[in-house]
């Protein structure tokens, strides 16, 4: 589990947090869980979500909301 939940707020635990500086440092891919990325991916990923950016600003104009 990745988190305990909380009255209003889910919250980390020691362990996870661990996890997660552990699995950063160690710059491993963790199935479900963590990806090590290339240049080349976060180039097309930022492409990628700059066109969907352009196509949601293009169909909120459409419906009248200013962008």
Sequence with gaps: MAFE?????????????????????????????AHVASLEEIEQDKQEIAELEARINEQLKILGIDV
């Design 5 to 33: 939940k909380g009255k209003n707020q889910n919250k980390l635990t020691d362990k996870n947090i661990n996890k997660i500086i552990e699995t950063y440092r160690n710059r491993v891919d963790v199935d479900k869980y």
